[in-house]
Nanobody, 117 residues
């Protein structure tokens, strides 16, 4: 069993930066890919960035060049550095894990990010 706990959300002005953290505990060896998803009010949850085995990364087109996902295997922590934030980045950000041979079925509780314009 894996537990994910996010932190680092908050209120920031447009153009500012935030760094989200996701601390994983438990059977983390079972996870193949870690990712950050977000859900804006009235919208579906969307995948923002992924990191596979602490190395290979992918990003949604809307955040490329502004967000960076990284991992610290020793600490069991995944980060999302968000720069040049825009009002449309506002939402609840969720850390998630995808075990080998499975979908996104491990979720954190979410952390609110609000960008004021």
């Amino acid at each position: 069993q894996v537990r994910l706990v996010e932190s680092g959300g908050g209120l920031v002005q447009a153009g500012g930066s935030l760094r989200l953290s996701c601390a994983a505990s438990g059977s983390i060896f079972s996870i193949n890919v870690m990712g950050w998803h977000r859900q804006a009010p009235g919208k579906q949850r969307e995948l923002v960035a992924t990191i596979r085995r602490g190395e290979t990364t992918t990003y949604a087109d809307s955040v490329k060049g502004r967000f960076t996902i990284s991992g610290d295997n020793a600490k069991g922590t995944v980060y999302l550095q968000m720069n040049e934030l825009k009002a449309e980045d506002t939402g609840v950000y969720y850390c998630a894990g995808r075990p080998y041979g499975s979908g996104w079925n491990i979720w954190g509780q979410g952390t609110q990010v609000t960008v004021s314009s």
